[in-house]
């Protein structure tokens, strides 16, 4: 029984009512393309309808936070799942990205009241990387289906508009 990760939700939400946005960078496309298909099926099988889940694309992760907070006004969005892969190269450029992104997507949820779950990999390797997307055989599951759930549960839970939908 493994130790780390999210573990059992304590029910099975039924995100019926909720719109659901799915934002991931392009770099790192295999990657990227796994967690994108995992987040979406989770959200999926807690009944999001497919019609509610609207998919859009940034070129990098350094342009998620901006582009979030306008795709959560756009699509008056009950949460945004941001999908990002920084892969560490032989500059500080990582560092910076990594810091720059993952305080701005914290910040972005209490400046707009919607919530922000964080679906950035910040990895050392490639392999770490594909691991975490499900890529590889035998090793981690895919991340993706994990956000995917962390967004129903903390919409159904904690946004402040999705009462007057349902
Ligand atoms: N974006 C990513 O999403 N993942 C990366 O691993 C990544 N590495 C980068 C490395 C360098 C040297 C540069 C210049 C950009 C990188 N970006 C990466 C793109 C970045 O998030 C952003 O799109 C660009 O810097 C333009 O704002």
Redesign the pocket.
Known sequence: MAVKGLGQIDQEYDGSNLKVGILH?R??KEVIDALVEGAQKRLLELKVKPENIIIES??????LPFASAAMIKKHKLDVVIPI????K?S?M??EY?CDAVSKALMDLQFKIGVPVIFGVLTCMTEEQAQARAGLIPGKMHNHGEDWGACAVETALKWSPYVERKI
């Open positions: 960078a770099w790192n940034v070129p990098g992760s350094y342009e990002g892969v920084l892969i190269g500059t450029h990582f990205i």
